[in-house]
């Protein structure tokens, strides 16, 4: 079936530096991939997505990029801040459903 | 507008009972989707309505799940009977487009069957 696979499960960094995660989907339909953050105790919120149409988007310190070649996306966030911990999900959109990730625990380290 | 609102926050029930949980997606969005989340198993689509109507209940683990959205503005998941293998988060989400649009998550129902 269809599958979204989301590395790595955790990953710590020290304050400043950038961090990457990396998603790869299965459905070649697929064509909107959204990158969540959630909080602990609270719900997911968006912090950028991308449509297929697009290679690359960036948003200040936060930038995805996207290659429906390989069927790969990923997450870059640079210059980390400790408000930057959180859990982030990448999720695709397959044949009527939207499809998470098992998500990738942050730690930046002050 | 004050996103997507669920309650209670927090329910914790005995085995057998009868669980209710609510949601008022944002106003003006079109879809409303109900999510569990569990360590185990990340965050599953149980269900999701577009105008009120039931799209796709095949994430519903079992007839004891169901749901609804009498209106635009309301939705309840119910659990009966309740097992401790349902203890899980469960969040609500609203959009206005669908699967191709951005999802607003509210801060999710915490249950625990005991």
């Known amino acids: 079936g269809e599958n979204v696979e989301q590395h790595p499960s955790t990953l710590s960094v020290q304050e400043g530096d950038s961090a990457v995660i990396k998603c790869t989907y299965s459905d070649s339909a697929s064509n909107y991939f959204p990158w969540y953050k959630q909080e602990l105790g609270k719900g997911p919120q968006l912090i950028i997505d991308?449509?297929?149409?697009?290679g690359e988007k960036k948003d200040q310190r936060i930038a995805v990029t996207l290659n429906k070649t390989a069927k790969h996306f990923s997450l870059h966030i640079t210059e980390t801040q400790p408000e930057d911990s959180a859990v982030y999900f990448c999720?695709?959109?397959?044949?009527?459903?939207?499809?998470f990730g098992t998500g990738t625990r942050l730690k930046v380290l002050a | 507008d004050a996103g997507v609102i669920q309650s209670p926050r927090h329910e914790v029930t005995e085995m057998g009972q009868e669980v209710t949980l609510r949601c008022k997606p944002i106003?003006?969005?079109?879809?409303l989707f109900w999510y569990r989340q569990t360590m185990m198993r990340g965050l599953e689509l149980l269900i999701y309505?577009?105008?009120?109507?039931?799209?796709?209940d095949s994430g519903m683990p079992e007839d004891r799940f169901s749901a609804k959205m009498p209106n635009a503005s309301f939705s309840t998941l119910k659990i009966q009977p309740s097992e401790p293998r349902d203890s899980a988060v469960y969040f609500c989400a609203s959009s206005l487009g669908g699967f191709t649009d951005t999802q607003y998550f509210g801060p999710g129902t915490r249950l625990t069957v005991l």
């Open positions: 999720a695709a959109t397959g044949t009527y459903k939207y499809i």
């Open positions: 106003s003006g969005h079109d879809y």
């Open positions: 991308i449509r297929s149409n697009v």
């Open positions: 309505f577009n105008n009120n109507v039931p799209i796709d």
